[in-house]
C-alpha cells in the first residue's frame, strides 16, 4: 500500500467510466488493428480512454501493453515525476464490451492542451522558457533511465503551468539496445543511424526534439513522399536554414541535428546549456 495517493493518480471506478458518455476517437485505421481510443468528462473535465483488443494486431498490442508497463513501473516505484499527467490503469473494462472494442485493461489519462501552436508572435524570451520547458520534461525522463523513442510535437502538452509527454508505446530503457523496428518510429523525426538499423538512444530522442523545435520554429513541416526521401533527407539533405530573426537558435539545432551522433549533443542538459548562454 502507498502512504499516500499520489496527485499523478486518478481514481475512477468502473461505475464512473459507465455513466459517462465515452466518445470514440480512434482512426479508422487504428480500430481495424484492436485500437480504440475514447474520450470522456467527468466533473468538467476531458480525459481519455485507450483500450487495446488481445491477438488482433502484435505491433498496437505491443505497443500498448508496453505504455500500460511503463505506467505500471511508475506507480510501483513512485515515480510521479512532473512530466506525467493524471493517469490510471484499469483493470478490469468489460463494460466496454458493447463498444467496438474490447480488453482487458484501459489506461485513462487527463486531456492537456498541445504546447508548441504557431510561435510568429512570441518574443524571443517566451520561445527559450518554453523551450527549457520542453527539455526539462525529457530530461526528467531521461533521468529516470528512460527514452521516449517517439518525440513527435504532439506529445508534448501542457497542464497547469507544465509541461508534460504522453504516448509512451515506444519508450524504452536507455541502453537497451532494442533493435529498430519498421513500425516503431516515424520517419519524420528519425535520427540518421536509425535508417542504418541502429539501436534507440539519448540521441535519437535529441535529433526528433531536433526536429520538433526546428519545424516550430520556421512554421513549414519537412516534406518527403516515402521512406526512402526521408532517409534522404535526414542523412544527407537536411540544413538548418532559419529566419533572420531566429538565426540565434541554429547552433542550438545544429549540436541537435548533427548527421553523426557523435557530434550531437550529448544529454538534455548540454543542451538547456546552449540555450541559456546562447540566448541572453
Known amino acids: 500500500m502507498q502512504s499516500k495517493k499520489p496527485q499523478n493518480l486518478l481514481q475512477f471506478n468502473v461505475e464512473d467510466i459507465h455513466r459517462s458518455n465515452l466518445i470514440l476517437k480512434t482512426k479508422p485505421k487504428s480500430l481495424t488493428f484492436g485500437r480504440a481510443l475514447y474520450t470522456f ?4 473535465q476531458h480525459y ?13 498490442e505491443a505497443g500498448f501493453l508496453n505504455e500500460l508497463a511503463f505506467y505500471q513501473q511508475c506507480i510501483e516505484q513512485q515515480s510521479f515525476a512532473d512530466f506525467l499527467l493524471p493517469f490510471q490503469i484499469m483493470p478490469d473494462v468489460n463494460i466496454l464490451a458493447e463498444q ?6 484501459a489506461l485513462i489519462v487527463r486531456h492537456a492542451d498541445l504546447l ?4 510568429s508572435g512570441l518574443s524571443i524570451k517566451e520561445i527559450q522558457k518554453i523551450l527549457l520547458q520542453l527539455l526539462d520534461a525529457v530530461d526528467q525522463l531521461h533521468q529516470l533511465g528512460w527514452i521516449h523513442a517517439d518525440l513527435k510535437r504532439e506529445h508534448f502538452v501542457h497542464e497547469q503551468q507544465r509541461v508534460c509527454l504522453i504516448d509512451f508505446e515506444q519508450v524504452q530503457k536507455i541502453n537497451s539496445q532494442i ?6 518510429a516515424t520517419p519524420r523525426y528519425m535520427a540518421p543511424e536509425l535508417f542504418h538499423g541502429e539501436a534507440k538512444t539519448v540521441q535519437t530522442d535529441i535529433y526528433a526534439l531536433g526536429i520538433i523545435i526546428y519545424e516550430w520554429l520556421t512554421g513549414q513541416r519537412l516534406t518527403a513522399k516515402n521512406y526512402q526521401e526521408w532517409a534522404y533527407l535526414h542523412c544527407q539533405r537536411l540544413t538548418v536554414e532559419l529566419p533572420k530573426h531566429f538565426l540565434l537558435f541554429k547552433k542550438l539545432l545544429s549540436g541537435m541535428l548533427a ?21 541572453v
Request: contains cysteine.
Open 41 to 44: 468528462e467527468y466533473e468538467q
Open 48 to 60: 481519455w480512454l485507450k483500450i487495446q483488443t488481445p491477438n488482433v494486431n502484435q505491433y498496437y
Open 100 to 105: 467496438q472494442v474490447s480488453g482487458r485493461a
Open 116 to 119: 508548441l501552436r504557431d510561435c
Open 179 to 184: 533493435a529498430l523496428q519498421s513500425l516503431t
Open 259 to 279: 548527421k553523426q551522433k557523435e557530434y550531437r549533443f550529448a544529454n538534455i542538459y548540454s543542451i538547456k546549456q546552449c540555450l541559456m548562454t546562447e540566448i
